[in-house]
C-alpha cells in the first residue's frame, strides 16, 4: 500500500533525497537537511502507510518531476529503499549514499525465523504498552551506550512516538519481505558513500565492507562513537562525509573519464 504524493517542482540545484529508515521521519535527517542546504535541494521521503521496500522506492520517486536526476541517501531501511530507487530507475541516480543499512532478503529458516519472532514481540509491545515504551526498549540498542541518557536518545523516542502501531506494521511486513540486493552491488556505477557507526550493532561494519568489496565506486566511512542512528548521534562526521560525497562528479563524468583512460592506455599501447 502506497499513498499519493505532489512532485516537488524543478530547481537549479542539484536534488537531494533523503530516505529514513524504520520508524524515522524528518528529524532523523534535520541536521543534514540544514547543513547541506546551500548546495543542494533536500527533499524527505515519507513512508506513510507502504508495506514493502518497492513500494516506498516508488513513492519516494514520485517526490521529483519524472526522469529528474537525483542523489539519494538511505539511512537504515532507507538505504534499502535507495538500493531499490536504483533497481528501478538507475538512469535517474547520480550518486548513492547508504547509511547503517542492509542489502540481504531476511534469511531462510531458523534465523529468518527468530528475526520475525523478535519483530512482532515488538509490535505486541507496542500495541499493548505504546509506541514510546517500545521505543525504550528497541531503541537502546540502536544509539552507543553513552547516550542512552541523552537528549539524543529522548529526540529518537519522540520520533517513535509520533508513528502508529499500524504503522510500525506496516513497516516491518515491508523489512520482513525485504528484497535481495546482492545482485544490484556490481552494477552500481555512480559514486556510492557507505557510511556507519564503528558501534553499529544493528547494521555492523563488516557488513559495511562486504558492500564495499562488490560496489566499484564505493567509499567507506566509520563513525567514531557513534552506534545505528549516525545521522543524529553523530551529525558534524555525517554532514561532512556527504557533502564530499555530493562534490563528487556524478555517473556520466566517471564514466568520460574511464573512456579517456581507455583511450589513452590504447593508444600508448599501439
Do not use: K
Not at 85 to 93: G, L, S
Not at 125 to 133: D, K, P, Y
Not at 255 to 260: E, H, I, P, Q, V
Amino acid at each position: 500500500m502506497t499513498e499519493a504524493v505532489d512532485p516537488v517542482q524543478p530547481s537549479a540545484r542539484p536534488a537531494l533525497l533523503l530516505i529514513p529508515g524504520l520508524l524515522c521521519d524528518e528529524a532523523v535527517w534535520q541536521a543534514q537537511v540544514q547543513a547541506l542546504a546551500p548546495v543542494a535541494d533536500c527533499i524527505v521521503a515519507r513512508h506513510g502507510m507502504a508495506d514493502t521496500i518497492e513500494g516506498m522506492a516508488r513513492q519516494a520517486l514520485a517526490l521529483l518531476p519524472p526522469g529528474a536526476p537525483l542523489s539519494v541517501a538511505g539511512h537504515s531501511m532507507g538505504g534499502r529503499c535507495a538500493l531499490e530507487i536504483w533497481r528501478q530507475a538507475p538512469e535517474r541516480v547520480e550518486r548513492l549514499a547508504l547509511l547503517d543499512t542492509g542489502y540481504q532478503a531476511r534469511p531462510i529458516g531458523a534465523t529468518g525465523e527468530a528475526e520475525a519472532a523478535q519483530r512482532m514481540a515488538l509490535l505486541t509491545l507496542a500495541r499493548t504498552e505504546g509506541m514510546r515504551a517500545m521505543g525504550r526498549q528497541w531503541a537502546r540498542g540502536m544509539v552507543h551506550p553513552a547516550r542512552w541518557e541523552s537528549p539524543v536518545f529522548g529526540q529518537i523516542l519522540d520520533m517513535i512516538e509520533r508513528f502508529t502501531p499500524a504503522q510500525f506494521e506496516a513497516q516491518i511486513q515491508a523489512l520482513l519481505h525485504r528484497p535481495e540486493a546482492t545482485d544490484l552491488l556490481p552494477g552500481i556505477t555512480v559514486p556510492t558513500l557507505l557510511l556507519c557507526g564503528r558501534e553499529d550493532g544493528w547494521s555492523p561494519l563488516s557488513r559495511h565492507e562486504e558492500m564495499r568489496r562488490h560496489i566499484p565506486w564505493a567509499r567507506l566511512v566509520a563513525v567514531e562513537d557513534c552506534g545505528h542512528m549516525s545521522t543524529m548521534e553523530q551529525p558534524e562526521a555525517v554532514n561532512s562525509a556527504l557533502e564530499r560525497w555530493l562534490h563528487e562528479p556524478p555517473r556520466t563524468q566517471l564514466l568520460n573519464r574511464m573512456g579517456t583512460r581507455c583511450s589513452s592506455r590504447n593508444a600508448s599501447r599501439s
